[in-house]
């Protein structure tokens, strides 16, 4: 699929480009035939004019400037006349009355004999009295060109065809990387439920049997309730997921006092962690306010302080500080523990992934995801870092 679309993408691009291309060479080509006849037409106008009241033509100044041309016209018994020229060998007769007679016959004031290389106009009213201009140099300059913007166009379209193709690899990377997390999080997610799934099948199975107690039946119910849970934790986590991916975060917009909400989400937090002989201390910046969705945003909260009291040390101090730095608020959450690994700090936000390889526990890698995606929609940043015996998790968000 992703060949195809880049496929795609460089035929579409090269299209627009050979169509472009086109249009402005032969733009540039028409534009240069145009302006070399209608120079001629006038240094022809001017003999044309000076020719019907019988003046002397003028001697043009600079010699690129000069018109090469002759005059031919009948006289009162139909013979051929030279009645002017310059810069000719006027001698065959014979070359001389072919291209007077074309010139007549064409029944045109001006026009082109491209056999002799020749421009022809006709002197004032008169149909028998004929200029012919010599046009060899602007036919070799168009035919010059005319090469010219050949080569010109397949350089181009060969160098534009090797960026097309360095575009579309480029533009495509991140399409291939939402679709290989596409494929990863669906292979991570029928992981993860194909365990408890088979522990419910299998203490469902137990449970029919006639060979076990009471007691025993028990036990497999709670096993059964447990992976339930497990399950429903999953999948919410998974829908929490999809509606962050789809913007539903965005939609929930209204002016949010940070310090405030902040303030709430710790109050559910102090009893778990005295209960788990942690402490939670905090330290608030009040006022701080921002446009953003209050339930999301405690969520993130809820996040991090969930996974601070499940993986600093038993008895250590979990300290969250939320303060103003310049025009964004900025919220730590430090909780002492074992370090983290460079590696892990740059992975730890993606989906279905966990410190502990084993995916040990009721962690199935979502909840640092599903704050990322919050965060980044509210425009705001999250990290890790790990020194000295804490992890510290930063969140920064506009005021």
Known sequence: MLKQLRIKFVATIMCLITVLLCVL???????????????????????????????????LTHPDDRLHYFVLSLNIWGDLVIMGGNSFDLSDADILTTVYEQAISANETTGILEDYSLQYMYVGNSRTTVIFADISNELATLHTLRNNCILIGIAAFLALFAISCTLAWWLVRPVEAAWQQQRQFVADASHELKTPITVILTNTELLSSPDYTDEEKTVFTESIMAMTTRMRSLVEGMLDLARVDNGVVKSAFTEVDYSDLVEQSLL?????YFESGRML????????????????????????????????????????????????????VDSPGDPISPEDLRKIF??????????????????????????????????????VGHNKFFIKLPL
């Open 25 to 59: 060479l032969t733009m540039i080509y028409q534009f240069t035939a145009t302006s070399l006849e209608t120079d001629i037409l006038d240094k022809m106008q001017t003999v044309s004019e000076n020719l019907s009241h019988r003046l002397p033509i003028p001697e």
């Open 268 to 272: 559910p937090f102090e009893p778990m």
């Open 281 to 332: 201390e905090s330290k608030i910046e009040p006022g701080l306010l921002l446009k953003g969705s209050a339930g999301h945003l405690s969520q993130v909260t809820d996040i991090l302080l969930d996974n601070a009291m499940k993986y600093s040390y038993g008895g250590s101090t979990v300290r969250l500080t939320l303060h103003r730095q310049g025009r964004h608020a900025l919220l730590c």
């Open 350 to 387: 993606q989906r279905f992934y966990t410190v502990d390889k084993a995916r040990t526990g009721n962690s199935y890698g979502l909840g640092l995801c599903i704050a990322k995606g919050i965060v980044e929609e509210h425009g705001g940043k999250i990290w890790a870092e790990s020194a």
